[in-house]
């Protein structure tokens, strides 16, 4: 028995099923196909073993020699055959999750294309079964009947429905009838396509069913009328003239490979000339005279040579292919021919045309040709359509690319389209200038859906620095959006460094509270977010980073367009309310707050970010921001004592609101709140400040007036320190305007103190920090907290200690002061109010005396002329007593 040379299938990754099973075929060729499934006998069995290991050898070498080297490193390190193949699956093989799902969604999706044949559309339909099956799933007979027949359009439903009433149908069966079936369309279309007029042959028309060319049908088939040549009574004669040609299928003539053409019979006189095509929907190549070889570019030789058969009998071969540019009807057209000697006509190939795409309409008086830039038409003359073209301009090719872009000049570099209109020749050559004068950036197309689950796409972005800062220094703010709910939170920030540090907190706290693992982040080109790193935290977490191009921020653009939308709704807020524009830090969370319970029009009806993201969105709790609100004041320190205290609502938190103190400028939290919203509490104090202005120019005008003139006093306008009905403004009674009004008082010159006033400003103008940090990074305020700590050390202010069970520790804080000789101050104070109240127990912490107070002293002093004594005491802890231990906290900078 002859044996055939071995051929090795080579692997390309996709093949990976189909290449595994030829391996396993030629390896049971080689009766090695165990190798694949066992391991290497010990070495006591030394016979076996050699047997084994030389089987093993034969394996490996047919294994490496159907990869490509790009995949030799994959088994570089197996020893055995078997190993190599492990190797290999755990790259190629498609074994996983979704792959199924893939295969299931191809499996879905097919349909029936009516430009292709049933027998491809099988093959298509068995390679899936196939895939599905290698990754464990078998489908039942039936199954796969019942599948099959869901791909199909309607004009099968003839047989679908005969099919339904069989029993136990099985593939096979089911494809014969389908065939059948098909096979009738196609006599029907052949048979009632005869009388047309007109026909359009596409590349994606059904075509032959004998030969398989999409040019004709079956009735036109060369093959089908020679087979039928001599039957019956009457039979067709063969073609006689030497000219015409016939189609038959590929062949191989001397390994060499054969181009067949149909022509019908002509007078070869008129058609002689270089400067025409004969148009041939049997022809499988564009044929051109070896006169033409001259004019053509890209000339390349044949690996074989090409026959092209006569339909008398006669050969001709081709054994060079070039392009030829042609000028026609004001178009530059190339086409790639093979150059044949001796051949009488040029022919122009319908086949290779409608396979680039070209569109052919054919009717009585002309063919036309319709491209994407172009349309040539067809002259019919002597029942052949001929396309003629321009032989000067073939000879001149090179000049006339030169007159084309010479009228692309004088047209002040006019563009294509233009020139066209204008029967103008269009150079394909690309223009420099144009590109340097004209380019433009490519549109943003919205080409990317919803994400469909949260947290599969997160947008975040950083929006600053924005002038004033907040009144805790914050300059930025970040924004971070779910693309699917479009629920958005912000964090504030001093420096942009602080926004990776606040993303790596948002994606911990998504996994652990809301069990959501964020896939894809969308971030912009900025530095922030491309550390080393943060590369390696977002690698640990399985998250891709999906960076904007630079200078296109309009990839993020749904986190550009959140910061616009929340910089509006600030704005309006603090238009809204009159607040200083410090307090925007505060507006952009109750916006938030706000956004996130709104509907948007990327969320169906009825649906909020809110909802999505947390699972409810409630609106009891809003209320207008900035409007007035009254706080209940805890812990109360006598009977008599105000049980509320005025503020201000600017922000939610958990389980109450945020309010601003505007006196002491500080930040509150409560959850017995009463809110007036009618009362914009900035609006009325700025119109309380009018009102006293207005009250004391009155005042001046009244004192300036003659003590003869008798005016009733006028009524004491009420200040913001008197206490009032809330809401209520003082009235301003007019100046009686039959009272000549005096000229006006100058402040007197002696007044005019320069220095007091430099004292003033310098005093106002002071940069004192508000932190330990901040201080601690000046040398002269270093200074002063060190004086502070040695001072408490000399009096033994405090002593180490082991905090008790039970005790709660006070905190302390560094307060920052300039004094009026320039000298810095430090002191450190004690959170007193942080100790927990015993009833009938007194406070540790000292009280503090009040202006007024000191205000009232000053005055008593000064009326009984007594002399005044300013102490400095250089620590804010005095030297008392206490009845009981206070521990408190380690201060900032103290070493221990």
Not at 161 to 177: E, G, P, Q, S, Y
Not at 242 to 263: G, I, M, P, R, W
Not at 370 to 385: A, I, K, Q
Not at 660 to 687: A, P
């Amino acid at each position: 028995m002859a044996s055939f040379p071995l051929q090795v299938p080579i692997l390309d990754g996709a093949n990976y099923n189909n290449w595994k099973f030829r391996i396993s075929v030629l390896l049971e060729r080689e009766q090695a196909s165990h190798v694949l499934t066992t391991d290497p006998p010990s070495h006591e069995k030394k016979t076996e073993r050699a047997d084994f290991l030389k089987l093993d050898s034969k394996a490996k070498a047919i294994i490496i020699q159907g990869l490509k080297d790009k995949h030799l490193d994959i088994v570089k390190t197996c020893n055995t055959a078997k190993l190599m193949m492990e190797a290999l699956k755990g790259v190629f093989a498609r074994d996983s999750g979704f792959s199924k799902l893939n295969l299931w969604r191809q499996l879905m999706n097919l349909k029936f294309d009516p430009a292709t044949r049933l027998e491809d559309h099988f093959m298509a339909f068995d390679s899936i079964i196939q895939n599905l099956k290698e990754l464990g799933t078998e489908m039942k007979d039936s199954d796969k009947v019942c599948h099959l027949l869901l791909t199909l359009p309607e004009q099968f439903n003839n047989v679908i429905t005969a099919l339904a009433t069989v029993a136990d149908v099985n593939m096979d069966f089911c494809k014969a009838r389908l065939l059948d079936q098909e096979l009738t369309f196609i006599n029907k279309q052949c048979e009632s396509g005869g009388g047309n007029e007109e026909v359009s042959f596409r590349a994606s028309d059904s075509g032959c069913f004998i030969c398989g060319d999409k040019t004709h049908f079956k009735r036109q088939c060369p093959r089908f009328k020679r087979n039928r040549r001599g039957r019956g009574r009457g039979g067709r004669r063969g073609f006689r003239n030497n000219n015409s040609c016939y189609q038959s299928d590929s062949t191989k003539v001397n390994n060499a490979e054969v181009s067949l053409v149909a022509l019908n019979s002509c007078s070869t006189s008129q058609f002689d000339g270089n400067d025409m095509f004969l148009i041939d929907s049997g022809c499988t190549s564009h044929l051109v005279k070896e006169e033409l070889e001259l004019y053509m570019n890209d000339i390349d030789q044949l690996d074989h040579e090409v026959t092209i058969q006569i339909a008398n009998g006669s050969k001709m071969s081709a054994k060079k292919r070039g392009k030829l540019r042609i000028f026609c009807q004001g178009t530059y057209v190339n086409i790639q021919a093979l150059i044949v000697p001796g051949l009488k006509h040029n022919l122009l190939s319908v086949g290779q045309l409608t396979s680039k795409g070209h569109t052919i309409m054919i009717n009585r008086q002309c063919l036309k040709i319709r491209g994407n830039d172009f349309e040539l038409s067809c002259d019919h003359e002597h029942g052949l359509y001929v396309l003629k073209f321009s032989t000067s301009g073939v000879q001149n090719c090179s000049s006339a690319q030169t007159n084309s872009n010479l009228w692309h000049q004088r047209l002040g570099h006019l563009g294509r389209d233009g020139l066209r209109q204008l029967k103008l020749p269009v150079a394909e050559e690309l223009c420099r200038p144009c590109v340097e004068g004209k380019t433009t950036r490519q549109p943003f197309y919205k080409n990317e859906k919803r994400s469909r689950k949260i947290g599969e796409l997160v947008y975040s972005d950083i929006c600053g620095p924005i002038n004033p800062p907040t009144f805790d220094g914050h300059r930025y703010f970040q924004v971070i959006l779910d693309d699917c709910s479009h629920f958005v939170l912000v964090r504030l920030l001093k420096n942009k460094s602080e926004a990776e540090e606040h993303l790596r907190t948002f994606i911990r706290e998504t996994e652990t509270q809301f069990d959501v693992k964020i896939k894809r982040l969308r971030l912009d080109n900025g530095g922030e977010f491309s550390s080393s790193s943060f590369k390696k935290f977002a690698q640990e977490k399985g998250l891709k980073l999906e960076y904007t191009m630079p200078y296109s921020s309009q990839m993020n653009g749904k986190a550009e367009r959140m910061n616009r939308t929340l910089l509006n709704m600030i704005r309006v807020k603090i238009i809204d309310a009159g607040i200083p524009k410090k307090l925007w830090g505060e507006a952009l969370k109750c916006s938030v707050y706000e956004l996130n319970r709104s509907p948007t029009s990327t969320l169906e009806k009825g649906q909020t970010p809110s909802l999505l993201w947390n699972g409810y969105s409630e609106l009891s709790k809003l209320r207008v921001f900035g409007c007035q609100a009254w706080y209940s004041q805890l812990p109360r320190r006598s009977k008599l004592d105000p049980r509320a205290n005025s503020a201000m609502m600017i922000g939610y938190c958990g389980g109450g609101y945020r309010l601003w103190i505007r006196d002491d400028e500080k930040i509150i939290r409560s959850r017995d709140v009463v809110f007036q919203e009618n009362i914009m509490v900035y609006k009325v104090l700025n119109s309380e400040q009018v009102f006293d202005h207005e009250d004391t120019s009155v005042k001046n005008q009244e004192r300036n007036i003659e003590e003869t003139s008798p005016s009733p006093d006028p009524k004491k306008t009420p200040t913001k320190d008197e206490k009032q009905p809330n809401g209520a403004t003082g009235n301003v009674k007019p100046v009686d305007s039959n009272i000549l009004p005096k000229r006006d008082v100058k402040k007197p010159a002696h007044l005019k103190d320069y220095h007091l006033y430099q004292a003033f400003c310098y005093l106002v103008t002071g940069e004192e920090p508000s932190t330990y940090e901040e201080a601690s990074q000046n040398h002269e305020w270093k200074s002063a907290i060190d004086r502070e700590l040695e001072s408490h050390q000399k009096l033994q202010t405090w002593t180490p200690e082991n905090l008790p069970d039970g005790e709660v520790p006070i905190d302390t804080r560094w307060i920052f002061k300039n004094k009026e000789d320039g000298t810095k101050k430090a002191r450190l104070v004690a959170r007193g109010f942080q100790e927990p109240f015993e009833e009938g127990g007194e406070f540790a912490y000292a009280p503090v005396c009040r202006m007024q107070t000191v205000r009232i002293l000053l005055s008593i002093a000064a009326q009984n002329d007594w002399p005044i004594k300013q102490f400095d005491v250089p620590t804010a802890f005095l030297n008392g007593f206490l009845d009981h231990d206070v521990y408190i906290k380690k201060p900032q900078g103290l070493e221990c």
